[in-house]
């Protein structure tokens, strides 16, 4: 059966070595979208055959930040599946009989070298053209390997435990091609590419051998990753192409990189430009190295993966707003972008912003609700937090300002920004407000239609434009010139706390 009749699996495969950078989370959801829009399903593979490279915590993160990007895998270490187990260093064995495989047709072959040669390899062959000689068709001649070294003294090391390697024959004088569904056509010259090791000392594969044996084991058919993998592209093809068949071999797609203000979009960038480049936050157990997360800078994450989806993909119209429901529907692989997509953090925050307004106050309640509790503002009624949502969200780009926004609902502000006021304050406005009290104090339904006639009427009584109280009245309330209607924040607070708010701001304002 081709692979084009064959039911549509993807994976992602990362090696769980840190933090998820938003380019990986990108891969991801290419790889979502694709496998959705064609009735297939999503794996989640663990890459983990370089010990020397183990992080606690890193496989638990990625589940997290994939959760939270409601991108569940279909099979993963954590979701089991037919084709596991799904973690490389638990299928160890199964990558050894390959290597023998290749060996035995001839198209890789034992490498003996110890450390020490190695180095002096690099030193020898070094050259001005060639500053770092690689392991290749013209080195390996050189060296100590079962290409070089007699049937017997193979035999005689290997039987005497000598530690080795398995390498990959690279022919001679060969193009590698194949079709990208992104590049299209690729072509590389088999000569530059150097005889990388299939499988360590230690019995474990590398990443070349194990990607291409667990992909055909899994039955992949299609695979997205990004670019910085292409230049191993030609190692893996003529991998498939001796041990099983290039007719079998999943379809690449090498996602153009995510460029930042200088190349590649680095953490390093994020925490000079002030941006996040991690889903989640993520703290390197092994130096404390702290990077922060969108989830935690106050994105949703319909923004984040809304955002991303855009970042090297578009749908061939003006729209711009998905859902991840939209996207599988109308995401296609013509329209994925050949080239680098830069990140322009302001126009991440736009998406966020939109998302947020596009939100109902159920939907961010539980956000809204932790960013104001780990601000000391807990014990809130649920009814009144959903209503303070709505009044607000307008103004709020990451979750995070809802505390800005919204917490003089919950409390008296610290402090008024009396500066504002002072200059157009005169005894006249003050008289004006204490009559207000009064009035507020003798209403008997709390609305916001009285709360504002009364203030209109008592403006016109006292020949003052509505116009000149109203600032000082959000101030007094607010603490700032910002915030949704005023007369509606009145309302929300409450008859106490809004007569209480101006008493308390007159003195202040009039302490010269
Ligand atoms: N383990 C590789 C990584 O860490 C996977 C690359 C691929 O998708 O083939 O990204």
Same mark, same amino acid.
């Given at each position: 059966?081709?692979?084009?009749?064959?039911?549509?699996?993807?994976?992602?495969?990362?090696?769980?070595?840190?933090?998820?950078?938003?380019?990986?989370?990108?891969?991801?959801?290419?790889?979502?979208?694709?496998?959705?829009?064609?009735?297939?399903?999503?794996?989640?593979?663990?890459?983990?055959?370089?010990?020397?490279?183990?992080?606690?915590?890193?496989?638990?993160?990625?589940?997290?930040?994939?959760?939270?990007?409601?991108?569940?895998?279909?099979?993963?270490?954590?979701?089991?599946?037919?084709?596991?187990?799904?973690?490389?260093?638990?299928?160890?064995?199964?990558?050894?009989?390959?290597?023998?495989?290749?060996?035995?047709?001839?198209?890789?072959?034992?490498?003996?070298?110890?450390?020490?040669?190695?180095?002096?390899?690099?030193?020898?062959?070094?050259?001005?053209?060639?500053?770092?000689?690689?392991?290749?068709?013209?080195?390996?001649?050189?060296?100590?390997?079962? !290409?070089?070294?007699?049937?017997?003294?193979?035999?005689?090391?290997?039987?005497?435990?000598?530690? #080795?390697?398995?390498?990959?024959?690279m022919p001679e004088n060969e193009t590698i091609s194949f079709v990208d569904m992104i590049h299209e056509e690729?072509?590389?010259?088999?000569?530059?590419?150097?005889?990388?090791?299939?499988?360590?000392?230690?019995?474990?594969?590398? #990443?070349?051998?194990?990607?291409?044996?667990?992909?055909?084991?899994?039955?992949?058919?299609?695979?997205?990753?990004?670019?910085?993998?292409?230049?191993?592209?030609?190692?893996?093809?003529?991998?498939?192409?001796?041990?099983?068949? !290039?007719?079998?071999?999943?379809?690449?797609?090498?996602?153009?990189?995510?460029?930042?203000?200088?190349?590649?979009?680095?953490?390093?960038?994020?925490?000079?430009?002030?941006?996040?480049?991690?889903?989640?936050?993520?703290?390197?157990?092994?130096?404390?190295?702290?990077t922060e997360g969108f989830k935690e800078k106050g994105f949703l994450p319909e923004a984040f993966v809304n955002?991303?989806?855009?970042?090297?993909?578009?749908?061939?119209?003006?729209?711009?707003?998905?859902?991840?429901?939209?996207?599988?529907?109308?995401?296609?692989?013509?329209?994925?972008h050949k080239s680098g997509a830069k990140f322009d953090y302001e126009k991440a925050k736009w998406f966020n912003?939109?998302?947020?307004?596009?939100?109902?106050?159920?939907?961010?309640?539980?956000?809204?609700?932790?960013?104001?509790?780990?601000?000391?503002?807990?014990?809130?009624?649920?009814?009144?937090?959903?209503?303070?949502?709505?009044?607000?969200?307008?103004?709020?780009?990451?979750?995070?300002?809802?505390?800005?926004?919204?917490?003089?609902?919950?409390?008296?502000?610290?402090?008024?920004?009396?500066?504002?006021?002072?200059?157009?304050?005169?005894?006249?406005?003050?008289?004006?407000? /204490?009559? #207000?009290?009064?009035?507020?104090?003798?209403?008997?339904?709390?609305?916001?239609?009285?709360?504002?006639?009364?203030?209109?009427?008592?403006?016109?009584?006292?020949?003052?434009?509505?116009?000149?109280?109203?600032?000082?009245?959000?101030?007094?309330?607010?603490?700032?010139?910002?915030?949704?209607?005023?007369?509606?924040?009145?309302?929300?607070?409450?008859?106490?706390?809004?007569?209480?708010?101006?008493?308390?701001?007159?003195?202040?304002? /009039?302490?010269?």
């Open positions: 059966m081709s692979i084009s009749q064959r039911k549509v699996r993807v994976r992602f495969a990362p090696s769980p070595t840190g933090g998820l950078h938003l380019g990986g989370v990108r891969t991801v959801l290419y790889n979502y979208l694709f496998a959705k829009k064609n009735g297939g399903e999503f794996i989640l593979r663990i890459e983990d055959t370089d010990q020397t490279r183990f992080v606690e915590g890193a496989e638990q993160y990625i589940y997290d930040c994939l959760a939270w990007c409601g991108l569940e895998p279909d099979e993963s270490p954590k979701h089991g599946g037919n084709y596991g187990p799904y973690r490389q260093s638990e299928r160890k064995v199964t990558y050894k009989k390959y290597a023998e495989e290749l060996i035995s047709k001839g198209h890789a072959y034992y490498a003996f070298d110890t450390t020490e040669e190695l180095e002096k390899m690099r030193i020898a062959f070094k050259t001005e053209s060639n500053p770092s000689p690689q392991y290749d068709a013209t080195i390996r001649k050189s060296m100590k390997n079962s !290409l070089t070294l007699s049937p017997d003294e193979v035999n005689n090391l290997l039987q005497s435990g000598t530690p #080795y390697v398995v390498r990959i024959k690729v072509s590389f010259d088999s000569n530059v590419v150097d005889d990388k090791v299939l499988l360590k000392a230690d019995g474990m594969p590398t #990443y070349h051998l194990a990607v291409v044996v667990d992909d055909y084991l899994m039955k992949i058919t299609h695979a997205f990753r990004g670019e910085e993998w292409l230049s191993s592209a030609p190692v893996h093809v003529l991998l498939w192409k001796y041990l099983f068949g !290039l007719d079998n071999m999943p379809q690449w797609a090498h996602l153009p990189l995510i460029l930042g203000p200088s190349g590649k979009l680095s953490k390093r960038d994020g925490a000079k430009y002030g941006f996040p480049v991690f889903a989640m936050n993520w703290t390197d157990p092994r130096n404390n190295e702290f955002l991303l989806a855009m970042l090297g993909w578009n749908s061939g119209t003006e729209q711009e707003l998905f859902s991840l429901e939209e996207l599988v529907q109308h995401f296609s692989i013509e329209r994925v912003h939109e998302w947020i307004k596009n939100s109902s106050a159920d939907q961010l309640f539980d956000g809204v609700k932790n960013v104001l509790s780990s601000k000391g503002i807990s014990q809130i009624e649920e009814d009144y937090l959903k209503q303070v949502i709505e009044l607000v969200k307008e103004r709020c780009t990451l979750v995070s300002d809802f505390f800005e926004q919204s917490a003089y609902f919950f409390r008296t502000p610290e402090s008024i920004d009396v500066d504002a006021l002072k200059p157009k304050w005169n005894e006249q406005k003050r008289l004006f407000f /204490e009559q #207000y009290c009064l009035h507020l104090q003798q209403l008997n339904d709390w609305n916001v239609s009285e709360i504002e006639s009364t203030f209109k009427n008592l403006a016109t009584e006292m020949a003052i434009k509505p116009g000149e109280l109203q600032l000082p009245m959000r101030i007094m309330l607010v603490g700032g010139k910002f915030g949704p209607a005023v007369f509606d924040i009145a309302f929300h607070i409450g008859k106490e706390n809004t007569i209480n708010r101006i008493h308390s701001a007159i003195p202040k304002i /009039e302490t010269p």
